[in-house]
């Protein structure tokens, strides 16, 4: 399917990617320009690693940025995005050596359960998916992470992703069943504060929890695993393609107004917002631009469904000016592409 991009298709099963060099990608966002596809380095081959994936040991990455690093001696992994505004890595096409399908691994795991419940956490996502069955709706889920590549361990998460506002409503019911999923709430939040906790500047831990409540995550009944689940956009979305291409302007932090949360629910995230007071800014004047900064855009699911219209935010991230035909505007990007540390949005008490 193309996009209003010149160049560039849209994808939204969000597969890994394994690249001729054997590192494993995790695919970011929903447009790609035809030469790559845009994602950061999830494994990579390293004695250091406690996975085994492909009779090999790997390293599993949990900082996107570190991808930079990793991918130093592969500079035909560095591509500049027009939908992001900024340079990201990714995989030439021509070298993807296989993809891995969140549908198809969640269909791969019901018919050969065996495989999977090898660890109590694995038993916990095959119950979990036979639930997903049953109930007629396990067209609008997939499962990603480790179980996605095989590469799972006791210790291992679960990671799940539903499609389009079914799934998300789906998704929903799963996790209101207390008999599958135990929430965070109580005693529970701590653990889910020591998880959060390093997305804590400019919020407080009330509001950080609140933030994360709003989230598809909890416990596992059994094993009592960490789960979540980040919804994607359907593949009919035109949300992403409609908002043009980013350009860069500089750094800003800021308090803003959550104005709009209805495209806010699912990955890429784009809110409405109105700001309210800058607090730092690399650019010249800030405050004049301030009233014409009417979004923000989150491109990984850490800031999906946090936010209602109203809510007021500590915001800090790339200034960008977006744009295609009449339709443009400047935004706040929380882009993870950044080697200063984390752009954040967090919930202000």
Known sequence: M???FLGTTLVRDRDYLLADNDIVFKVIGDIHPDTHYLGYVKYSPSSLGN???LGRTYRHNTVVSKSFGIL???TDH????DALGCVITGVPRNRVRRHYSCREALTRILSDPAQTATVPVGRDLVTILQAIASDGTGHLFGVTG???????TAASDIDLVCYGEEGYHAARRLF???SLIVPYQGPRTQQLYRRRAKYLVGSGFTALIRQEQRKLQGITKGSGAHINCEPLRADSDTVSPCLG????IGEIQLVAEVTDHSQGLLTPAVYGISARSVLGSTVDDPERLAPRITHVFSHLGAHTGAFRTGDRLYLSGRLVHFGRERHEGFGVSLTPWSLRGDYLANLID
């Open 245 to 248: 291409a980013m350009k860069e």
């Open 146 to 152: 480790s179980f996605l590549v095989g590469c799972f």
């Open 78 to 81: 560095y591509v500049y995005s």
């Open 176 to 178: 209101s069943d207390e």
């Open 2 to 4: 193309t996009t209003a």
């Open 72 to 74: 130093a001696d592969h």
């Open 51 to 53: 996975r085994r994936l």
